[in-house]
Structures are given as C-alpha cells and as structure tokens.
C-alpha cells in the first residue's frame, strides 16, 4: 500500500509553453499532498503543500503565479508550471501524507524531469 | 545554524561492511524522524520511521534516534552493492500533513 504515481514522467517543452504534472495517490486518501523540486546532487526543495479542498501554501520565494497547485480531489494533486523557462529545468517530485497511519509518514511518487529548450 | 545538518559525503565501503549514516537536528520540537533511500532520477523511498529515542529494527537497517543529543542514525549491516543510493533523513512533527525538514542526503557507494 502506500503508492503515489506521478505523470509524465518526462517531459521535453519549448520556452514560454505551460506543463501540467500530476500527483495521485492510488490506494489511500491524501488530505495534503506536498510539491518539491531537486536540483542534480542537492536535496529535495519544498515548493508547497496542497491541501484538498482549500488554496495551497507556498514557500518563501517561490511564484504562485508561475507554479499553479490545484488538489481538486483527495487523490489528485497536480502542479502547473506556466511559461516555463530553461531556469525551471528540474526534477519535480510530490508526496502524500497517509492520514490512515495517524502519523506523518510521507510517501513520495517517481518525480517527473522537466527539461524546457 | 541550519536546522537538519547531514555529511554528504560521499561514502564508500566494500561490500558486508557495517554502514552508518547521520544527522544531527537543532529543533527540539521536531518528533518524527524518517529515513529515505534515492536512487539516481528516482523519487524518494521511505525506508524506515520512529517517533521515540533508542533503536528500531528492520532487517538490515537499525533506526537511531538520541533526542537529547539531537542526533539519529541509520545503520546498515552487510551492505550490498544495490544499497548504492543518496539517504536521506527527514523529520518534523507528527502530526500528519505537516511540512517534513530534509538533510541534504548521503551518497553510499558499496563495491563488491
């Protein structure tokens, strides 16, 4: 139990277009899904925390603007990156916290790599 | 003084050898510590969590957690080649749905 999966995988785009990621948890209800991107040898950077229902949480220094979260369901979280640049390159990864626990373990999908031309 | 502190190493050990990794934290408030194992272009894999002070077990891996000493350890016995991975601790509090503070992770080599 305990899956998170994450679609595409990869994705390839040209400059000033907009990518859709999406994040579901596939055998348990998330109430809060969390967003983070990782730079090659650096680790895990949180963007923001999604909470179904409700506007989600951003960082400090990172554009709400650019970095669209929509968590329409309990299973569905999903990140918009808008006018993507070469500088949004990177690995973006999501985790769902398991309410069913009663704890805050984390479970994290596959990421998805972000390559902008 | 950055709130989760964790060596990057990287660290290289022949296979069998006994392997332990570490991180020292400066919240006392933090109260869930987790261990997650990254493969290259992967996403995180949670490998063990406690919430109390002293070892837990799971296989190979022994979890340590010293909370007066705001220190916890993984420790790996008879390390395998295919332990080669980036580990990172993670903790917070417990309360589910809350924010998790990352170390920056380990990078383990095991050679056989």
């Not at chain 1, 680790?43 to 650019?66: C, F, I, P, R, W």
């Not at chain 2, 050990?13 to 020292?24: D, K, R, Y």
């Not at chain 2, 705001?70 to 580990?87: E, G, M, N, V």
Request: proline share 4%; charged share 15%.
């Amino acid at each position: 139990g305990a899956v998170v999966s994450q679609h595409p995988s990869r994705v390839i785009c040209k400059s000033g277009t907009s990518v859709k990621i999406e994040c579901r948890s596939l055998d348990f209800q998330a109430t809060t899904m969390f967003w983070y991107r990782q730079f090659p040898k650096q680790s895990l950077m949180l963007m923001a925390t999604s909470n179904e229902g409700s506007k989600a949480t951003y960082e400090q220094g990172v554009e709400k603007d650019k970095f669209l979260i929509n968590h329409a369901s309990l299973t569905l979280s999903t990140l918009t990156v808008t006018s993507a640049h070469p500088e949004d390159s990177s690995f973006y990864i999501c985790s769902a916290s398991h309410p069913g626990q009663g704890d805050n373990t984390q479970y994290f999908g596959p990421g998805t790599r972000l390559t902008v031309l | 003084q950055k709130e989760v502190e964790q060596d990057p190493g990287p660290l290289s050990v022949p296979e069998g050898a006994i392997v332990s990794l570490n991180c020292t934290y400066s919240n006392s408030a933090f109260q869930y510590f987790m261990w997650y194992r990254q493969y290259s272009r992967k996403g995180p894999e949670l490998l063990m969590y406690t919430y109390s002070s002293g070892n837990k077990e799971d296989g190979r891996f022994t979890a340590q957690v010293d909370k007066s000493s705001k220190y916890i350890s993984l420790f790996i016995r008879d390390s395998q080649p295919s332990d080669s991975a980036t580990y990172l601790c993670a903790m917070g509090l417990r309360q589910a749905g809350t924010a998790l503070i990352f170390g920056k992770g380990t990078t383990l080599s095991v050679s056989s």
